[in-house]
T-cell receptor
Framework: ETGVTQTPRHLVMGMTNKKSLKCEQHLGHNAMYWYKQSAKKPLELMFV???????ENNSVPSRFSPECPNSSHLFLHLHTLQPEDSALYLC????????????????FGAGSRLTVL | GESVGLHLPTLSVQEGDNSIINCAYSNSASDYFIWYKQESGKGPQFIID?????DKRQGQRVTVLLNKTVKHLSLQIAATQPGDSAVYFCAENAGEGKLIFGQGTELSVKP
């Protein structure tokens, strides 16, 4: 295990549902991230949180709503999604957002596989 | 714009052979690069990294080479094993926690 835990691992939802993805890290990191991984595409950064403050929203549609109540937990609230939102959603954490290198690298969870019907 | 890409989407090698996975990047100001390995059903796992003031870095059975002149990055895996079968991603540090990932190369190891 990497120390970054994502739940649920699999989620199927209709376009009118509301669901949430959860990420928890036990590494003492202060930065947390959401990435989207679609087939045949590179990982796409969605959001960055540093010390609970959102520092990056990579033009993500408002139907995705992140929440970071503390440095150990990160949520992605999902509402009225589209079938093209089906993907693997990866959470990651790092010691700090800045100065990524050496011991300050991104550690990923196993992802939540989302299917939107 | 910034982009990081891989030359080949798939690579098949014989067990015991060496593997070379290539990556091209476009932002000459990038100062840090990382290679990740993603096995089926798992998230990306850090393999090795290199700063732009280096041209080579070695780990256990893996070596990363950086050629800043042509903006090229490669990952070499020595004595490839079945457990090395995975998708390999290069990533470029764009600053403020933003990593730009390439599309990935799927490595298959034949016994």
């Amino acid at each position: 295990e990497t120390g970054v835990t994502q739940t649920p691992r699999h989620l199927v939802m209709g376009m009118t549902n509301k669901k949430s993805l959860k990420c928890e890290q036990h590494l003492g990191h202060n930065a947390m991230y959401w990435y989207k991984q679609s087939a045949k595409k590179p990982l796409e950064l969605m959001f960055v949180y540093n010390f609970k403050e959102q520092t990056e929203n990579n033009s993500v549609p408002s139907r995705f709503s992140p929440e970071c109540p503390n440095s150990s937990h990160l949520f992605l609230h999902l509402h009225t999604l589209q079938p093209e939102d089906s993907a693997l959603y990866l959470c990651a954490s790092s010691l700090d957002r800045d100065g990524l290198s050496g011991a300050n690298v991104l550690t990923f969870g196993a992802g939540s596989r989302l299917t939107v019907l | 714009g910034e982009s990081v890409g891989l030359h080949l989407p798939t690579l098949s090698v014989q067990e015991g052979d060496n593997s070379i996975i290539n990556c091209a990047y476009s932002n000459s100001a990038s100062d840090y690069f990382i290679w990740y390995k993603q096995e089926s059903g798992k998230g990306p796992q850090f393999i090795i990294d290199i700063r732009s003031n280096m041209d080579k870095r070695q780990g256990q059975r893996v070596t990363v080479l950086l050629n800043k002149t042509v903006k090229h990055l490669s990952l070499q895996i020595a004595a490839t094993q079945p457990g090395d079968s995975a998708v390999y991603f290069c990533a470029e540090n764009a600053g403020e926690g933003k990593l730009i990932f390439g599309q990935g190369t799927e490595l298959s190891v034949k016994p």
